[in-house]
């Protein structure tokens, strides 16, 4: 079919081809280039075309439609083949051929240390009980596993106010709970936030007061370990005391008391006052052998509390106790092993007894005072089983230091020395006394230093030198004069701690006043000695004790010798310039086998804060779980 007009002939063969068409007819092509009017047979030939591209418009929607269909038909087919292979691998899974002493093994570790934390909002998202919402072989598994029931942490929060109905339910859930453990002994910390003895008689909360020892009767029989994380810890042991019959507490080994502050009121921290009977709950627990505290519950007097005092292995107390409390204690407690104490200052010279006592299983000894250490305050007992000993502050008052007399005589068995810092952390003695101190200290292998000391100085002495060659002397004639002896030179000295394998400073202390100053100067001389330390003199004493003879002596021990194996250096996250040049010094001791760590300080905290993080202390003496009181708040990234 075709058709003619006055501007030629036009061919409609486009317009009557099956195929969709994707363009314009070659005839009306001209026309999109000018802007003249289409004749009446041009209309008639665009109106064709116009229904032509719509009608095949139309077929192309439907075949999409069509495939859109279809690609969903298939993602859901997709999908179930995917959730069908996911049930296959299931199938074959490893797990479901676990043993279940394995699996049980495994649920094991998913425990925390502490033990699982139950309250009255139990989350069935933490171990054990997310383990019992697994599949019924795994609940089978874990409720038949005693040792993921063993160990609770049991808490009453403060919002919502809790009601005796509520610590019902508490006290059921502990028991329902540890009844799961079957005949394993018990670990229990029980923590209130409650302050009951401050509410009027008419508040509901009184009520909540016998909780701890409602709690306590049905399990003290099988405790041997107690931690009780309460405010009020001395009123609620007044009640275990007034009921103490009722709480024999046969296998009870350790006894930890927490919390969450050293009131200003004694009355409500210590016992003793006003004629108060002692304290009488815990006096029969006859296996009892670590006891930590937070505060001294016994005030000035132990008499206050009826420990059996003969037989503690581990006694820890966080805040300050009188010197008096520190003679009477190692005079009953002969059997320590470990004992970490807070003194109160002491300005006066400790009297000599006539008979001193001797403490011969007391191998983990931590001492710190408020402003100064006295150095007297040992001089009453022997300790030869001591191998680690842990002082602060490094400051001793100029009229005490002839005393130190009384404090050397226990470095020489040590293998541990470590100085702790005050709450002036920028003061410690002068280098000089450090260095004969560490005189004494032939046997520390482990040496940890504190704030405030000037490192370049005290690493300087550490440095071990060559001596110089002696030079040969010819014999001289019977009338030749005798020559005069040379006087020792300093170089020639025993190295200082000669068996030295682990060092650790601390340079966690932000600079202030003059020194921050001087640290942000670029180009100052005394900007390579920042916070009190120089990399170069550290580099220097770590070359001395590790490359075998070369740049200084290693200290023969039999037929081996004796190195430096491992450093420990505390900063601050802003320290990422010390942090380079030590690395810059050490790379290459470190690439030869020297273990070297840093760790970051995010805020200065006090000393005890790091006692419990040191991962050195893992003889059985080291108890982690009694030292966790001395920790308010990690400082440590």
């Keep these: 079919m075709s058709a003619s007009c006055s501007g030629g002939d036009y061919s409609l063969s486009d317009v009557d081809s099956e195929e969709p068409l994707t363009r314009l007819p070659t005839a009306l092509r001209p026309l999109l280039k000018t802007n003249h009017r289409p004749t009446t047979q041009q209309i008639s030939h665009i109106t064709s075309v116009e229904l032509k591209v719509f009608n095949d418009f139309l077929n192309v929607g439907e075949q999409i439609n069509e495939y859109e269909e279809m690609i969903e038909d298939l993602l859901v087919l997709q999908k179930k083949q995917r959730r ?14 676990l043993p279940d002493e394995l699996l049980s093994r495994i649920f094991i570790e998913c425990i925390p240390t502490q033990g699982a934390t139950v309250s009255l909002e139990t989350s069935v998202y933490e171990a054990p009980m997310l383990l019992c919402h697994v599949c019924s072989r795994w ?34 859930l502990v028991q329902e709970w540890f009844q799961r453990a079957k005949t394993l002994p018990l670990f229990l910390r029980f923590a209130s936030h409650l302050n009951y003895f401050q509410c009027s008689p008419d508040d509901p909360i009184v009520e909540e007061a016998d909780v701890p020892h409602d709690l306590l009767c049905a399990l003290s029989s099988r405790l041997t370990c107690l931690d009780l994380a309460l405010g009020w810890t001395p009123k609620y042991l007044e009640l275990l005391s007034h009921k103490s019959e009722d709480l024999p507490f046969p296998l009870l080994e350790s006894l930890i008391l927490r919390g969450t502050s050293y009131y200003q009121d004694k009355t409500l921290s210590t016992w003793g006052h006003d004629g108060e009977k002692p304290l009488t709950a815990f006096q029969d627990a006859k296996r009892l052998r670590r006891v930590a505290m937070h505060y001294p519950i016994f005030g000035n007097n132990l008499r206050n509390v009826l420990f059996p005092w003969k037989q503690l292995t581990h006694f820890i107390v966080s805040e300050r106790i009188q010197h008096g409390v520190l003679e009477d204690l190692l005079r009953r407690c002969t059997f320590l092993q470990q004992c970490v104490l807070h003194l109160t200052a002491t300005p006066i010279s400790v009297p000599a007894r006539e008979v001193k006592t001797v403490h011969y299983h007391l191998i983990d000894l931590t001492i710190s005072m408020d402003n100064f250490l006295n150095p007297s305050i040992l001089r009453n007992f022997e300790l030869p089983a001591l191998k680690s000993l842990r002082l602060g502050p490094l ?11 009384h404090l050397v005589p226990h470095f020489s068995n040590i293998q541990r020395l470590s100085f702790m810092a005050g709450l002036d952390r920028r003061k410690t003695l002068r280098c000089a006394r450090i260095v004969e101190l560490l005189r004494y200290a032939e046997n520390v ?15 300087e002495a550490l440095t071990v030198t060559t001596p110089a060659p002696t030079p040969a002397i010819s014999p001289t004639s019977e009338s030749a004069p005798t020559p005069t002896p040379t006087p020792i030179a300093p170089a020639t000295l025993p190295p200082l701690l000669p068996k ?15 020194q921050a ?19 170069q003199a550290l580099g220097k004493m770590i070359q001395s004790r590790w490359a075998p003879f070369g740049g200084g002596i290693r200290v023969e021990e039999g037929r081996g010798s004796t190195r430096l194996e491992k450093l420990h250096v505390y900063l601050t996250k802003e320290d990422k310039y010390i942090s380079d040049k030590i690395q810059d010094v050490l790379a290459e001791c470190v690439d030869d086998g020297l273990i070297f760590e840093e760790r970051r300080v995010q805020s200065w905290m006090h000393w005890s804060t790091r006692l419990n993080l040191d991962d050195l202390d893992d003889s059985a003496v080291h108890w982690g779980g009694g030292l966790s009181v001395l920790v308010r708040k990690s400082g440590y990234s």
Excluded: M
């Design 500 to 514: 030295l394998r682990f060092f650790s400073i601390d340079l966690g202390v932000k600079p202030e006043g003059v």
């Design 517 to 535: 100053l001087w640290e942000s100067i670029e180009g100052n001389p005394r900007d390579r000695y920042p916070r009190r330390f120089s990399p």
């Design 84 to 97: 069908l292979l996911t049930k296959c691998k299931g199938l074959r899974s490893l797990l479901r051929c």
């Design 445 to 459: 292998e482990g040496l940890e230093l504190c704030p405030g000391i000037w490192y370049p100085d005290i690493l």
């Design 139 to 172: 609940r089978s598994v874990a409720i038949s596993t005693p040792q993921l029931w063993n160990r609770l942490v049991a808490t009453i929060s403060l919002a919502p106010l809790p009601h005796s109905s509520h610590s019902r339910r508490l006290i059921s």
């Design 395 to 405: 400051i001793i008052a100029e009229e005490h230091w002839e005393e130190r007399v």
